[in-house]
């Protein structure tokens, strides 16, 4: 379900791709201005139970209320959506897993996983425009008009109600299951993608770099499958064998058409603007303990800046929680390493020492210890440090 | 078909998220055998399981108000390789390693608490004294996914002869963790361990 409106149909291009893009396939004449539908139609039920989760997400603890980040990649989502801009909300939510997506009332929800796994502002924009795709050409309306889906979506929203009564469920949850069943189609898929690369060159960013997030997914994907995690029942991408290969390709092919002006990645600004909270994104990712997947997207990380030093300590964290054979190695190899880099947090040292001192080294244990101490005083394990090195705990 | 009487109240009770609950004198109290507590008040002990995300698979759970305003999870004896509390939606937690640090054993409980998305934050831990032994207490929140309310927490644990022994409180930060820590503290304080 979690990645649903953004994964769903992801083989969808496979046509375009076999008939070769014709010229005039990027030109998207935009849709005029949306009106809020009447009341008593099917699409302004559909508004109106968007409406309504909406006002839970504005109340939610998951919010990301971070004025400046929300203004950075509203203002993105804006410029991609031209006219259509003061139609949208956009709301960050801290959820680690890869995430956007759009609803018709204008309620986009961009979740903390996918903004760490973006490389640039380009990629973030790729996902946006694609999202901002299917809003423009109100898929959600045609799935609720589809007479299949309408049964399906009705007992959804049934369900949905009746669980929110029960509060049981975040507002979250339940619009995840709601978007799941009004779940896009290929053709719909395929649009969006379509629109999300004009838009993207319009705005003036590399379309190259829409491929790219294909690309990327993919790769965590087999890190999943190669460290033999369940790839299966985490995410709907990896489940229905799509052909993301084939829809990396297409998107990659566009990007070689001439995009005269749209050359922006914006990788510098991007990292700049989610630095404040990259640390707590890192924390949720490892958290996961999908593994095989974190440490595909922390070598990736680490390939474009071989010196960040907070991507190098999560990849000791990642082995150190994994604790396989071997792992206390590898964990200890990469702390080591982290300490020579840019923005490594102090909390490398205290991982340093308790893998050490697992080890055996209790001496150099304790120097970690300390240095730990020495850059953060008011930790909130302070004590309990002290403690390991005073020898009152053992 | 006639629905059996017993089968229709135990699908409503399902239904419902009920489980049954036992009154817990005041006096000496024992759990799984090993734990011995003085109890000052009387608590409602819940004797079936539930994924409830701050004790699923706790050895027991007990509450004031009920277990969504306050709970106190007992996991006792939890052996070397064998998980703090129980995975829910087919998640994977890690297991329990009687040489980990108590620094270590918050992060199993992190893990424990955070496989339903809920976020937690941990305040402070400090070593202490658990049962008559040497242990260690931490204080931390939790955001509760379910419904994004704040919950405050403090639990209190040692490690003896290999095993794990932990017992942790949470409550809403609003009123209902004030309101019950005054009665948990003297009841932790009085743990032994067999």
Known sequence: ?394 | MRLKPWLAAAALCALAGCAQIVKVEPGQVTVKDTLTLKADIAWNRFELQFPLSVAPGASEVWTQDGITLDALAFFVGVEQGKTLGTAIGGKKLPVFRSTMTPGEIVELYEQMVTQDGSAFALKRVAPGRFGGQPGFRFEHTITRKSDGVLLKGMAQGAVVKDKLYLVAFTAPAIYYYDRHLPQVEPLLASAQIK
């Open chain 1, 1 to 394: 379900m979690r990645r649903r409106p953004f994964l769903l149909g992801c083989g969808c291009l496979a046509f375009a791709a076999a008939a070769g893009l014709r010229a005039d396939e990027y030109d998207y004449p935009m849709p005029p201005r949306f009106t809020r539908p009447e009341a008593g139609s099917d699409e302004g039920g559909l508004w109106a139970f968007m409406d309504r989760e909406e006002q839970r997400l504005k109340r939610s603890s998951f919010l990301i209320r971070d004025k400046a980040l929300h203004d950075y990649v509203n203002d993105i989502a804006c410029r991609l959506a031209g006219d259509h801009c003061p139609e949208m909300r956009v709301y960050l939510v801290r959820t680690p897993y890869f995430n956007a997506s759009m609803a018709p009332n204008g309620m986009m929800q961009v979740w903390s996983g996918l903004l760490l796994r973006m490389q640039n502002e380009a990629q973030l924009a790729a996902v946006l425009g694609h999202e901002i795709g299917h809003y423009l050409q109100r898929h959600s309306v045609e799935r609720l008009r589809d007479a299949k889906s309408r049964s399906s979506f009705a007992m959804i929203v049934g369900m949905a109600l009746g669980v929110a009564g029960g509060g049981s469920l975040g507002a979250l949850a339940q619009t995840g299951i709601l978007m799941g069943g009004l779940a896009y189609g290929r053709d719909q898929e395929r649009e969006a993608d379509r629109i999300g690369v004009a838009l993207m060159a319009k705005t003036g960013y590399a379309p190259a770099e829409a491929g790219r997030v294909w690309g990327q997914l993919l790769e965590e994907y087999e890190g999943a499958k190669a460290a033999g995690e369940d790839v299966a029942s985490s995410n709907i991408l990896f489940a229905s064998h799509p052909p993301a290969e084939e829809r990396r390709e297409v998107l990659a092919a566009a990007a070689k058409r001439d995009w005269p002006g749209a050359a922006r990645t914006g990788a510098d600004e991007y990292r700049a603007r989610l630095a404040q909270h990259r640390m707590g994104f890192l924390h949720d990712e490892v958290r996961r303990r999908r593994f095989g997947e974190s440490l595909v997207l922390f070598e990736r990380m680490l390939k474009s800046s071989p010196r960040d030093g907070q991507v190098q300590f999560f990849k000791g964290e990642v082995y150190r929680l994994r604790a396989r054979e071997g792992d206390a190695r590898l964990a200890l190899d990469a702390y080591r390493n982290a300490l020579g880099m840019d923005n490594t947090p102090p909390e490398v040292h205290r991982s340093l020492g308790t893998m050490l001192r697992q080890a055996g080294d209790s001496a150099e244990a304790m120097r970690a210890f300390q240095r730990y101490l020495e850059l953060k005083p008011d930790a909130e394990d302070a004590e309990l440090i002290r403690s390991y090195i005073s020898g009152s705990q053992s």
